[in-house]
T-cell receptor, first 114, second 114 residues
Framework: ETGVTQTPRHLVMGMTNKKSLKCEQH?????MYWYKQSAKKPLELMFV???????ENNSVPSRFSPECPNSSHLFLHLHTLQPEDSALYLC?????????????FGPGTRLLVL | GDSVTQMEGPVTLSEEAFLTINCTYT??????LFWYVQYPGEGLQLLLK?????DKGSNKGFEATYRKETTSFHLEKGSVQVSDSAVYFC?????????????FGQGTILTVHP
């Protein structure tokens, strides 16, 4: 059971396309996160939003553009991606109060860039 | 910087066997430690966590003890089931300027055969 949903679950796009990933949390949390999960690499934190303010950008290329219009929704806008950007993109949320708190993950969007 | 090292997988066991997945960490200060599990086609779920030295986290028969002297947080289960087949991730959260940042190990694939 998860209170974090992600759409779409699968996405295939060309390198010249523009697409967006959507994440919604139903847990009343204030912090939201984007992670990238590539094969044979540890999960990488991309962005952190706390109370709609971006608090972390982990040296992510500008072809990834996050947007957090409110505490319940998080988007990841994609443009001119590269094949090496193919990965599972996971969204997570947490209370946003304490570094000891649990993060709750969505099921992810499986992205393939051709 | 912070880092987490997990034992290499994959791990293959027979049902009812004893499981240990080793995890060691490097961090400044006093991090919180987590084990997350990812079942096929799903996002990550918290399995257990510990927030201070000598704490033991436990859930669904899994246990891990926060050992500051050895900087370890090894995952154990006395009798695994086929349904435990998944990928297991050790992670830490260090707070301070790293607030909200979960640092993950590379994951260990566990397969349990009947």
């Amino acid at each position: 059971e998860t209170g974090v949903t992600q759409t779409p679950r699968h996405l295939v796009m060309g390198m010249t396309n523009k697409k967006s990933l959507k994440c919604e949390q139903h847990l009343g949390h204030n912090a939201m996160y984007w992670y990238k999960q590539s094969a044979k690499k540890p999960l990488e934190l991309m962005f952190v939003y706390n109370f709609k303010e971006q608090t972390e950008n982990n040296s992510v290329p500008s072809r990834f553009s996050p947007e957090c219009p409110n505490s319940s929704h998080l988007f990841l806008h994609l443009h001119t991606l590269q094949p090496e950007d193919s990965a599972l993109y996971l969204c997570a949320s947490s209370q946003g109060e304490d570094f000891q708190e649990t993060q709750y993950f969505g099921p992810g969007t499986r992205l393939l860039v051709l | 910087g912070d880092s987490v090292t997990q034992m290499e997988g994959p791990v293959t066991l027979s049902e009812e066997a004893f499981l240990t997945i080793n995890c060691t960490y490097t961090a400044t200060g006093y991090p919180s430690l987590f084990w997350y599990v990812q079942y096929p086609g799903e996002g990550l779920q918290l399995l257990l966590k510990a927030t201070k030295a000598d704490d033991k986290g436990s859930n669904k028969g899994f246990e891990a003890t926060y050992r500051k002297e050895t900087t370890s947080f090894h995952l154990e289960k006395g009798s695994v089931q086929v349904s435990d087949s998944a990928v297991y991730f050790c992670a830490l959260s260090a707070g301070g300027t790293s607030y909200g940042k979960l640092t993950f190990g590379q994951g260990t694939i566990l397969t349990v055969h009947p």
